[in-house]
């Protein structure tokens, strides 16, 4: 149980400086006046770059590969539906405010995002 709740503290570590290499490098790319399509792409690409690579070394201890980058990146885009689902679910459905409603789907989308990582992209064969 101690390990669970240490990679879940460490992950909660590297998902946070991705959110904050995320955040800057959009308002970065957006204050050089790129569109905010491409900033938001590009800025969420080079964060989900970071946050493999700390999350590789510093939570699971593995080496960053292609094939691991690839599931990542997988896992990545199903808590982002997750995320997004839970928001319109939460405004439309339930009636609560936007901001709530995002709130409960980036904690909802965390937590499946590093059940993913933990059982398949970073899970080790006995």
């Not at 405004?91 to 709530?100: E, R, T």
């Amino acid at each position: 149980m101690h390990d669970f709740v240490s990679k879940l503290l460490r992950y909660g570590v590297t998902g946070g400086i991705a959110a904050v290499v995320d955040v800057g490098g959009f308002a970065l790319l957006v204050s050089l006046e790129l569109s905010i399509v491409a900033a938001g792409c590009l800025s969420f690409c080079i964060a989900a770059l970071v946050n493999y690579s700390l999350t590789s070394r510093f939570v699971f201890n593995r080496e960053a590969t292609l094939r691991g980058l690839a599931a990542f990146t997988a896992a990545a885009l199903v808590g982002l539906m997750v995320n997004v689902g839970v928001t319109l679910l939460g405004v439309f459905a339930v009636g609560l405010p936007p901001i709530a409603s995002k709130v409960m789907g980036i904690g909802i989308a965390f937590i499946v995002n590093f059940l993913i990582n933990l059982r398949v992209v970073f899970h080790r064969e006995a």
